[in-house]
Structure formats: structure tokens, C-alpha cells
T-cell receptor, first 115, second 111 residues
Framework: DADVTQTPRNRITKTGKRIMLECSQTKGHDRMYWYRQDPGLGLRLIYYSFDVKDINKGEISDGYSVSRQAQAKFSLSLESAIPNQTALYFC??????????????FGPGTRLTVL | TQLLEQSPQFLSIQEGENLTVYCNSSSVFSSLQWYRQEPGEGPVLLVTVVTGGEVKKLKRLTFQFGDARKDSSLHITAAQPGDTGLYLCAVKRNYGQNFVFGPGTRLSVLP
């Protein structure tokens, strides 16, 4: 079974709709992240959470919100989707940052298309 | 301006050839990571380098961290179709806890 799962894997929606992407992990990590990936831009951080009571904005948080329901669950919401939010979205987890930078474990991604 | 630049952006080679891809920045980092992402999957960590000048080998892959800890290279010897994917470098922001990723090099190894 995958350690980091994302649902749905694919979603097509219309402008103005509310969308929630969900992420669950069985790795027991405290730290969880949401990224979006666009061609030529790499992965850009949307939000991150270092524990259940901690939520932080990343570099591109406008238009998004998150909820950390439990250590294992971190969801990303688009309150009113717009076409330029069409992208591949990844959830990731990591453990306490050890010397050397630690490692991030990624889910399989959610491909979101906003028409 | 991106913190990390990767070159080339795209690379298509024949099986058996050697190649090198690069990750560059004007900033100094305490460590740098390389990830590989295959189609339909999330990135997977290949290596972390932490010391200036460090060289790490992972089978046919050789990673080097620049002496000044501003850049890194990934060399693949005798590339195979299974090496096909997007290669991403990543660093932690100075004194921060978040990772920043480069735009990636998309490698295609043709049989």
C-alpha cells in the first residue's frame, strides 16, 4: 500500500466551483506539504503544516486554503476554482529535519483541470 | 527570478550515451537534493549532498556538490530507457524549513 495517497487522482471542474483535494499518509510524519507543478516551473509550495495545530502559507497560497484534520490528513481547497489553477498537485510528507536536509515523500499527484 | 536554475531543460539521447545535467544558483546552501519523477508519479529522492566538493555515486549516477555549495551536477553513465524522467534539484531556504525546487531537466533515453 502507498504511504502517501491522494484523492481524487484526476478531476475536471468548472470555473467558480469549490474543490477539495485530500491527502492521507501512513508514514507517521508530522510535516505535510501541498505543491503544484506546472511545466517549466517545477514544484511550487502552496501550504505546509508541521503539526496538527500549525498551518503556514507557501509561496503561492492565494486562492487556496488547507485543513490539517489529523496528523495523517491534510486537505487542500480551492474555494472558487479558476482556469489558471489547472495543474498537477502533489502532497508530500517529511519527518523532523535531520542533518542533510531530510527527505520528502510524495503522493502520486492529482491532475486538476478547471474549464 | 528562480532560486534554482537547471540545464538543459530537455535532453533526448540514445541508450548507452553519457550525460550531465546541472543545477545552479547564486546562493549558498547547506545541502542539496536530487529527485527523479517518472510519468504519473510523484518525485522520489535520489540523493542528498551536504559537503562542498562532495561526490556521491548511486550505481550509474554520479552526483557532485560544488565546492562553494552553490551548484550541483548529475552525471549518468551508459543511460538506459529506465532513466527517463524529470530530474529535479531541491534545496532548503536558508534558515528555513521548506524546500525549493528547480524547474527540472526532462530526460528521454531512447532504446
Amino acid at each position: 500500500d502507498a504511504d502517501v495517497t491522494q484523492t481524487p487522482r484526476n478531476r475536471i471542474t468548472k470555473t467558480g466551483k469549490r474543490i477539495m483535494l485530500e491527502c492521507s499518509q501512513t508514514k507517521g510524519h508530522d510535516r505535510m506539504y501541498w505543491y503544484r507543478q506546472d511545466p517549466g516551473l517545477g514544484l511550487r509550495l502552496i501550504y505546509y503544516s508541521f503539526d496538527v495545530k500549525d498551518i503556514n502559507k507557501g509561496e503561492i497560497s492565494d486562492g487556496y486554503s488547507v485543513s490539517r484534520q489529523a496528523q495523517a490528513k491534510f486537505s487542500l481547497s480551492l474555494e472558487s476554482a479558476i482556469p489558471n489553477q489547472t495543474a498537477l498537485y502533489f502532497c508530500a510528507t517529511s519527518d523532523l529535519q535531520l542533518a542533510g536536509g531530510g527527505e520528502q515523500f510524495f503522493g502520486p499527484g492529482t491532475r486538476l483541470t478547471v474549464l | 527570478t528562480q532560486l534554482l536554475e537547471q540545464s538543459p531543460q530537455f535532453l533526448s539521447i540514445q541508450e548507452g550515451e553519457n550525460l550531465t545535467v546541472y543545477c545552479n544558483s547564486s546562493s549558498v546552501f547547506s545541502s542539496l537534493q536530487w529527485y527523479r519523477q517518472e510519468p504519473g508519479e510523484g518525485p522520489v529522492l535520489l540523493v542528498t549532498v551536504v559537503t562542498g566538493g562532495e561526490v556521491k555515486k548511486l550505481k550509474r549516477l554520479t552526483f557532485q556538490f560544488g565546492d562553494a555549495r552553490k551548484d550541483s551536477s548529475l552525471h549518468i553513465t551508459a543511460a538506459q530507457p529506465g532513466d527517463t524522467g524529470l530530474y529535479l534539484c531541491a534545496v532548503k531556504r536558508n534558515y528555513g524549513q521548506n524546500f525549493v525546487f528547480g524547474p527540472g531537466t526532462r530526460l528521454s533515453v531512447l532504446p
